[in-house]
């Protein structure tokens, strides 16, 4: 019952209205029914589309194959209307997708368990996944001591480097560490419209001078790092807080965040408050 064709998205309301309608049934990145987050994905140049609609025109069914120079390959992106799994339709995507003659990753900002059993079948490895957590700040913050002598700067051009080298001082030693300079860093963050300099926190310690630190955007808890002399003293709990404090003065009723699966930081945010809301996955051929 479904009709497909290699066409461009011109209908995006219909590619946003699947999305939503996934999103709401599986979880996950918040942004991913988002349309100019799926423009970026879906309408990038040198993207390949393809879509199943039924016998009245509705989308049932999306998938996107673009180019990503960054892993020499390019990345495949499928929607299925949880209307109609378990039907193939999305094992019918995915062959599509893999279809490639260069490597391919596949993407889903929605991992789903029979998702996973299918990615499995095909031989897919997964290589990332962030599980996608949200706070409600509407019945206050939670708690967080801060460890003795502590003191915090905000965000500023002047404080930027700083936070840069205890971001890389956390981070470093994690697999994928991109190993950007301060400037390719701190434009990541400020060219984002979402930033908000006043809710990032750069926290130091008396023993240890500049010592951990949290970046926010708009609804976003956007990163946490703790220099490692300075863990298990409660400081990323009490840099979290801090900012969801300021979040929600200026009215934020909630926050966002993802953390790495194998992140032991998860219990933490579990403990501030956070819920899990679905996961993001990243699989690639064995």
Request: with cysteine; net charge neutral; glycine share 12%.
């Given at each position: 019952m479904v009709t497909w064709t290699p066409l461009p998205f011109d209908d995006e309301d219909a590619l946003v209205s699947l999305a939503a309608r996934c999103l709401a049934a599986d979880g996950g990145l918040p942004l991913a029914a988002d349309p100019a987050f799926l423009r970026r994905r879906w309408g990038a140049p040198g993207t390949s589309t393809i879509q199943g609609?039924?016998?009245?025109?509705?989308?049932?069914?999306?998938?996107?194959?673009?180019?990503?120079?960054?892993?020499?390959?390019?990345?495949?992106?499928?929607?299925?209307?949880?209307?109609?799994?378990?039907?193939?339709?999305?094992?019918?995507?995915?062959?599509?997708?893999?279809?490639?003659?260069?490597?391919?990753?596949?993407?889903t900002e929605s991992l789903t368990g029979p998702a996973e059993e299918l990615f499995a079948a095909r031989g897919l490895r997964q290589v990332f996944a962030e599980d996608v957590m949200r706070i409600d700040l509407a019945d206050g913050v939670p708690d967080a001591s801060w460890p003795a002598g502590a003191q915090l700067a905000a965000w500023s051009e002047t404080h930027a480097p700083r936070f840069h080298d205890v971001y890389t001082a956390a981070f470093r030693d994690r697999p994928g560490f991109p190993g950007w300079t301060a400037d390719e860093w701190t434009?990541?963050?400020?060219?984002?419209?979402?930033?908000?300099?006043?809710?990032?926190?750069?926290?130091?310690l008396p023993d240890l001078g500049d010592a951990g630190f949290v970046t926010a955007a708009v609804?976003?808890?956007?990163?946490?790092?703790?220099?490692?002399?300075?863990?298990?003293?409660?400081?990323?709990?009490?840099?979290?807080?801090?900012?969801?404090?300021?979040?929600?003065?200026?009215?934020?009723?909630?926050?966002?965040?993802?953390?790495?699966?194998?992140?032991?930081?998860?219990?933490?945010?579990?403990?501030?408050?956070?819920?899990?809301?679905?996961?993001?996955a990243r699989y690639r051929l064995s």
């Open positions: 609609r039924d016998h009245d025109g509705r989308l049932l069914a999306a998938g996107a194959v673009r180019p990503t120079p960054a892993t020499g390959g390019v990345t495949f992106c499928g929607l299925v209307d949880p209307d109609v799994r378990g039907r193939g339709i999305g094992s019918h995507l995915l062959t599509w997708g893999l279809a490639q003659d260069q490597p391919v990753t596949v993407e434009a990541d963050l400020t060219e984002d419209d979402d930033f908000r300099p006043q809710w990032s926190v750069l926290a130091t609804d976003w808890i956007v990163q946490v790092g703790v220099a490692p002399a300075a863990r298990g003293r409660g400081l990323g709990g009490a840099l979290v807080a801090e900012a969801l404090r300021r979040m929600r003065a200026d009215g934020a009723t909630h926050a966002w965040l993802d953390v790495n699966v194998d992140n032991p930081a998860v219990r933490l945010y579990r403990k501030l408050g956070f819920e899990h809301r679905g996961r993001r």
